[in-house]
């Protein structure tokens, strides 16, 4: 690619999310967008994936063989997930240990588009005061609206925003809840646009289940939203756990949507936090200091 | 009665919603619509060839088509015939009238949803075009009605399925980048329509309070 429509070195060089290798037709090309450019993907029947920018020799579902890929892009391969860059990427993505545990059930809860900047969906999704307007009944219900005082900070050492202690009275936290219980959360943004929430299993007390939300930004103010769970449970079936989780997105939604403007502002000045908002500020502070302009209003200089 | 349901479609949302308005139980079989495409199963095939959700049944009869469910269900369920006027042919056929306007409305502004939220590869731009041209007839209507004192688009005192079949993807029209700040009388509807005695909402329309 020549041009490039996204002139952000900082977003550019990310590695993005394309998707979860679960809805890859094997030998088969699909179709994205990412940054504004049109992108086309697929794996071979050996699990080798291939990115490459569109090209009209290889329309989308034709068949996929190496051979046929020109310019491919940087490929990684984790967390279930093909991951592409269109600039310099790091060698490694961050971790995330629990997705190789043998006990867990992976399940891609789906890929949905949102009209709406990777950075405003991040923060709601770090959001618990929301829990029990939106999710109501589900991951929280009046009068049980406070959020606790909670503990954030900046991991320099791996360069992510860290929010622990956080509690919140839920009446059906997960799929495998059997009542309302207050539940134990950590968040986690180890990447610009992704973010992992860690929270009490019903199943195992002394364990976590993990729900994470990787962003792919098709634009400015319209992303892929890729939303998955680890989770310790035995006996909850995968449809049944990613329709929980779907339910709860399309809840989200609408309020995404409603954002304005769309792109996040990073001026203190620009919006009013109230305490619970803590991880939010965290986030928006650890994104200037990256110098991100995409997707974002960056504070005047 | 068995709703073959998913959550995340307005289409199975106005059969959801009618029947509880009307307090009939149900049970919902989810179809897995997205990913899994289980709508276009050789089995969900059978059951309704068209490959379309919702799809009931009811006493052994499988019936296909949201409007057509809720005629079926209003003249078997509704005993007080409001909602479905069968023996006044004007306003009958105005309720026809408009639940023909829904399947245009589900052709234009779901059809942007789906494009936004699902990745359908279709024309959105005429897709918006269309639901901002159905949505201007519509707030229009609405409108005129206010003047002379009418809440609903039929004429008369009480809400009819026409309402039911109209709601979902004009309130779901965000969603497919359809915003509706120039439809004031639309808006004014939605809320009418949310005050309606057994409303329930589902993920991306949300209750409302009670009139002040």
């Known amino acids: ?301 | 009665m068995k709703l073959y349901d998913y959550e995340l479609s307005g289409n199975c949302f106005k059969i959801r919603l009618f029947l509880n308005i009307l307090g009939i139980e149900y049970e919902s079989q989810t179809v897995d619509f997205y990913p899994g495409l289980e709508h276009k199963s050789p089995e969900f095939l059978q059951l309704n060839p068209l490959g379309q959700l919702p799809v009931i049944e009811d006493e052994g009869k499988v019936l296909r088509d949201a409007q057509a469910i809720l005629t079926y269900l209003a003249v078997k369920y509704d005993a007080s015939g409001l909602w479905y006027p069968v023996s006044d042919p004007g306003r009958l056929g105005e309720v026809a009238q408009w639940l023909a306007f829904a399947d245009g409305i589900t052709g234009t502004a779901s059809a942007a949803r789906l494009h936004d939220g699902l990745f359908y590869e279709l024309d959105v731009e005429a897709a918006r075009a269309g639901a901002h041209r159905l949505f201007r007839i519509l707030d229009e209507h609405l409108w005129f009605a206010e003047r002379v004192g009418r809440d609903w688009l039929v004429p008369g005192d009480h809400p009819t399925i026409a309402d039911i079949a109209c709601f979902p993807y004009v309130a779901l029209s965000e969603e497919g980048g359809i915003y509706r700040q120039g439809y004031p009388a639309i808006r004014r509807w939605c809320d009418r329509v949310k005050r309606i005695q057994g409303f329930v909402g589902m993920s991306g329309i949300f209750t409302t309070s009670h009139a002040a």
């Not at chain 1, 995330?96 to 789906?110: K, L, Q, S």
């Not at chain 1, 610009?192 to 400015?220: E, G, T």
């Open chain 1, 1 to 301: 690619m020549t041009e490039l429509k996204c002139t952000d070195p900082v977003i550019l060089n990310q590695w993005h999310p394309l998707s979860s290798i679960d809805e890859i037709t094997p030998g088969l090309i699909h179709s994205t967008m990412l940054l504004e450019e049109n992108i086309s993907y697929g794996m071979d029947t050996d699990g080798n994936a291939y990115a490459w920018p569109f090209d009209n020799q290889l329309p989308t579902r034709s068949r996929l063989t190496s051979k046929t890929v020109r310019n491919p892009l940087p490929i990684h391969i984790a967390h279930g997930y093909v991951w592409t860059s269109l600039g310099e990427p790091p060698e490694t993505l961050f971790s995330f240990e629990e997705y190789y545990e043998a006990d867990r059930i992976n399940v891609p809860t789906g890929v949905f588009g949102v009209n709406v900047s990777a950075g405003r969906a991040v923060e709601n999704f770090l959001d618990m005061s929301h829990f029990p307007y939106v999710h109501t009944g589900i991951l929280g219900e009046e009068p049980h609206t406070e959020v606790k005082e909670y503990a954030v900070e900046v991991s320099e050492t791996r360069d992510e925003v860290l929010a622990t202690q956080c509690q919140f009275y839920q009446p059906k936290a997960a799929l495998a809840s059997e009542g309302g219980a207050m539940v134990d959360y950590t968040y986690r943004v180890p990447h610009v646009n992704c973010a992992l929430l860690y929270k009490s299993s019903p199943n195992d007390a002394s364990r976590s289940d993990v729900i994470y939300m990787f962003l792919q930004p098709m634009s400015q103010d319209w992303v892929r939203a890729h939303t998955g769970m680890c989770v310790i449970d035995e006996d909850n079936t995968y449809e049944s756990i990613r329709y929980f989780q779907q339910v709860i997105f399309g809840q989200d939604k609408p309020i995404l949507e409603n954002q304005y403007p769309k792109r996040l502002p990073l001026d203190p000045r620009s919006e009013t936090p109230i305490r619970a908002d803590k991880t939010a500020i965290a986030f928006r502070r650890w994104l200037s200091r990256k110098g991100l302009r995409y997707g974002v209003i960056p504070a005047a200089a």
